[in-house]
């Protein structure tokens, strides 16, 4: 009864939601979505309704800025917002509230004094989230590879969102997070050993980047990550409230547990 209840309570949030969008704004980002998002172009009729109200309430909410002299266009807006709808569109957290400055870059960036060059940051000091646009755009044109720079940087900021909110209201499940970096941990461990070829190496590095790394070939690779590791996929599965292997609805009862 509790689930069913929530449900209704959140198709009936963005119902009220899609009465203060114009169709417009709306056959743009469904047409743009259609060109980039395989997760979107999947999707079915209902669902795809929901993933364009989402987006479009995420970048009502963020502040999009670039580099002096680096034009950001509507189509690359939507874009950037499909990639933290996708991750989020089993959750109630559909929007950045501590990280909600998003910052484009024509090409890889580095910070002042240093000489590292980044394709991509989140930033807490800045509490902003720095993007190159051509490793983002890569991301989306391939996209069965494991690699999406837009998906692996909104990875960390909902680990980080979740931190900062107390145990009440967690964007992810305590004791689901639990069971994640206790499986996290021996996929590292797996990595670190070349026991898998499926996780690309840089997940090896710690948890917070095991998170991303796994999200991206959670959304990308769905069918391999399953195979090599099912609990750690069904793992995955709980926490974000969806299953990318069902691509026409993918949160389908997971969203209501």
């Not at 990639?83 to 501590?98: M, S």
């Not at 394709?119 to 991301?139: F, M, Q």
């Not at 998906?151 to 305590?174: G, T």
């Not at 070829?197 to 999200?215: I, S």
Request: hydrophobic share 40%; with cysteine; proline share 3%.
């Amino acid at each position: 009864m509790i689930s069913t209840v929530r449900y209704t309570f959140i198709d009936l949030k963005y119902r009220l939601y899609d009465l203060f969008l114009s169709k417009t704004s709306k056959a743009e980002c469904h047409d743009v979505l259609m060109q980039w998002n395989s997760y979107f172009k999947g999707l079915g009729e209902r669902e795809k309704k929901e993933f364009v109200i989402r987006t479009l309430r995420f970048l009502g909410s963020a502040q999009i800025e670039s580099e002096k002299g680096f034009a950001v266009t509507r189509e690359m807006q939507l874009l950037l917002g499909s990639a933290f709808v996708q991750i989020t569109f089993g959750l109630n957290h559909d929007v950045l509230e501590y990280f909600n400055r998003i910052v484009l870059f024509s090409k890889n960036y580095t910070y002042k004094n240093s000489n590292i060059y980044l394709k991509g940051d989140v930033n807490p000091l800045t509490r902003s989230v720095n993007l190159s646009w051509p490793a983002i755009e890569s991301g989306f044109k391939s996209s069965s590879d494991g690699i999406n720079l837009a998906l692996h940087e909104f990875a960390h900021c909902l680990i980080l969102e979740n931190s900062k909110k107390n145990y009440f209201q967690r964007i992810l499940h305590p004791g689901q997070l639990k069971q994640w970096e206790r499986l996290g941990i021996k996929q590292i461990a797996r990595i670190r050993q070349g026991q898998t070829t499926v996780f690309r190496k840089y997940g090896g590095t710690n948890l917070m980047e095991m998170f991303a790394v796994a999200l991206e070939t959670f959304f990308e690779r769905p069918l391999d990550f399953h195979a090599d590791a099912p609990e750690f996929y069904n793992c995955m599965c709980f926490l974000l409230k969806q299953d990318p292997r069902h691509t026409e609805n993918p949160t389908r009862i997971l969203r209501t547990l």
